[in-house]
């Protein structure tokens, strides 16, 4: 398969796992809301055996508008960077 959509990915768990879609989907809002929430305090969080979200600053820096070549100063800010775990490396590998 290609891309997967949301949808398809609620509808093969549901499958899967035997419970009802609108539980699937329910789980993975909770979910995805407690990673936004433990990012966002502790400044990580952690999916054992895939990966890990991690808050980053990034400091201010220069950069070139590619279209006119003119230095420009871009602002410092935070980011979410996505480490993935060995365990995934190995079993893609």
Do not use: C
């Not at 979910?31 to 433990?38: F, I, L, P, R």
């Not at 990580?44 to 990966?51: N, Q, R, V």
């Not at 230095?71 to 800010?77: E, R, V, Y």
Request: net charge positive; no cysteine; proline share 3%.
């Amino acid at each position: 398969m290609a891309k997967m959509t949301k949808s398809q990915m609620m509808a093969t768990l549901a499958e899967e796992s035997g419970l009802a879609k609108k539980d699937v989907v329910m789980l993975l809002e909770k979910m995805t809301n407690m990673a936004y929430k433990h990012v966002k305090s502790d400044g990580e969080f952690t999916l054992p055996g895939i990966g890990k979200l991690v808050k980053k600053h990034r400091a201010a820096r220069a950069g070139r508008n590619p279209a006119t070549g003119a230095t420009i100063q871009i602002p410092a800010k935070t980011v979410v960077k996505f480490r993935v775990a060995k365990a995934a490396k190995e079993a893609i590998l």
